[in-house]
């Protein structure tokens, strides 16, 4: 299984930017997929995920300005951010899980593949 994660970069207080996650090795449309972040010093933080599919999930603080979505046909899960602000500086990781409860879309431990990460940063 391989997740690869790209769309990161430096950008400015207010731009949008779009993430995305080719995932291979695995039936895609069988697994929940979600998107957490990790800044320098602080735990990992959940992001968004699509739960099976079906439900979609979004971190409170980040409701209004994220979205999440999926390609099943091409095995691709992309997340848009906009309005962005410096605090949401991080590393951004896509994650997998074949067998997930919808008690745990937000917990890290729950999610059995990860991709790389990729680099956002926001300037002032």
């Known amino acids: 299984v391989q997740l690869q994660a790209s769309g990161g970069g430096l950008v400015q207080a207010g731009d949008s930017l779009r993430l995305s996650c080719a995932a291979s090795g695995l039936g895609f449309r069988s697994y929940s997929m979600a998107w957490f972040r990790q800044a320098p010093g602080k735990d990992r933080e959940f992001v968004a995920a699509?739960?099976?599919?079906?439900?979609?999930f979004i971190a409170e603080s980040l409701k209004g300005r994220v979205a999440i979505s999926r390609d099943n046909a091409k095995a691709t899960v992309n997340l848009q951010m906009n309005s962005l602000k410096p605090e949401d500086t991080a590393v951004y990781y896509c994650?997998?899980?074949?067998?997930?409860?919808?008690?745990?879309?937000?917990?890290?431990?729950?999610?059995?593949?990860w991709g790389q990460g990729t680099q956002v940063t926001v300037s002032s």
């Open positions: 994650a997998a899980s074949r067998s997930l409860i919808l008690s745990s879309v937000k917990r890290d431990q729950a999610y059995d593949y």
């Open positions: 699509s739960f099976r599919g079906t439900n979609i």
